[in-house]
């Protein structure tokens, strides 16, 4: 069974930073892609940042890029994003997920290339 938690989440005020990690159980973590997204109140669970089966290659969206920072850890089946410069506007519960391709070349922003979600973390920035 896959299993993905987030943990990291809190509250900071704006510029400050947080550090997200996900941990993964139940597949083997060095063969996939993974992806953090983000929901906030009242809107669509959009895409923050993937990154490739082997660290190789990430890509952010335009709203985070240049703050936030995706890496993994395959020898400890962890993700995480190093989030800087934090503003109200990146205030969400934050998701990570698994690409459900095995190998897959590139990295993909679409939420129905990702599957087994964790539970999400609160992030919330105070201006």
């Known amino acids: 069974q896959v299993q993905l938690a987030e943990s990291g989440g809190g509250l900071v005020q704006a510029g400050g930073s947080l550090r997200l990690s996900c941990a993964a159980s139940g597949r083997a973590f060095g063969t996939y892609g993974m992806g953090w997204f983000r929901q906030a109140p009242g809107k669509e669970r959009e895409f923050v940042a993937a990154i490739t089966y082997n660290g190789g290659r990430t890509d952010y969206a335009d709203s985070v890029k240049g703050r936030f920072t995706i890496s993994r850890d395959n020898i400890k089946n962890t993700m995480h994003l190093q989030m800087n410069s934090l503003e109200p506007d990146d205030t969400a519960v934050y998701y990570c997920?698994?690409?459900?391709?095995?190998?897959?070349?590139?990295?993909?922003?679409?939420?129905?290339?990702?599957?087994?979600w964790g539970q999400g973390t609160q992030v919330t920035v105070s201006s």
């Open positions: 997920a698994f690409d459900q391709r095995r190998f897959r070349y590139g990295t993909s922003r679409l939420r129905r290339d990702f599957d087994s």
